[in-house]
Antibody
């Protein structure tokens, strides 16, 4: 399994960004997939997940990002996405694409999102 | 949301010693708890899940126990590569949450 994130960068508060995760070795439609973030020098925080297609493909989110962030996937491209709107300084973190919807066995290296004016 | 409190914050031990890490949940998560190890500059590594199951490839010196609100990760004999930060994570009640981490240092 290999997960490679991209799309991070420096944004101003209120901005929007979409992170991508290219997956190999797994079929994203068949797996629960999550995003987990880690602020610099801080601990881990689950952001959200998307269930496998067989389990309904629904999503769930951390309360602090509900209504602002959205997890989706493109089955044809085997890509996972995290759309982030109305970004805040507290969203600054490395965002990891992770296989699993409950516990997390495979992690991508992550992409850094910095929200600052 | 469920708050996971890990103790101690830092554990100072020597190779060969036994490490006991605690994770306490603010309400019951049944056995839906995992432990991770993270070394500097690396992504977290899953150690255990469902309260007591070791992940693939994890040495048997790592053991975990507990259910409900109190969980323990035990490293029976510390190896030099075990010095790291350890996190617990619950997936019993959404949103899933992590503890703040315990650093095991020499």
């Amino acid at each position: 399994v290999q997960l490679v994130e991209s799309g991070g960068g420096l944004l101003q508060p209120g901005g929007s960004l979409t992170l991508s995760c290219a997956a190999s070795g797994i079929t994203l439609n068949d797996a629960w997939m999550s995003w987990v973030r880690q602020a610099p020098g801080r601990g881990l925080e689950w952001v959200g997940h998307i269930k496998s297609k067989a389990d309904g493909g629904t999503t769930d989110y951390l309360t602090a990002v509900k209504g602002r962030f959205a997890v989706s996937r493109d089955a044809s491209e085997n890509m996972l996405y995290l759309r982030m709107n109305s970004l805040k300084s507290e969203d600054t973190a490395v965002y990891h694409c992770v296989m699993g919807g409950h516990y997390f066995g495979w992690w991508g290296q992550g992409t850094l999102v910095t929200v600052s004016s | 949301e469920i708050v996971l409190t890990q103790s101690p914050g830092t554990l100072s031990l020597s190779p060969g010693e036994r490490a006991t890490l605690s994770c306490r949940a603010s309400q019951s998560v049944s056995s839906y708890l995992a432990w991770y190890q993270q070394k500097p500059g690396q992504t977290p590594r899953l150690l255990t899940y469902d309260g007591s199951n070791r992940a693939t490839g994890i040495p048997d010196r790592f053991g975990c126990s507990g259910s409900g609100t109190d969980f323990t990760l035990t490293i029976s004999r510390l190896e030099p590569e075990d010095f790291a930060v350890y996190y617990c994570q619950q997936y019993g009640i959404s949103p899933w949450t992590f503890g703040q981490g315990t650093k095991v240092e020499i």
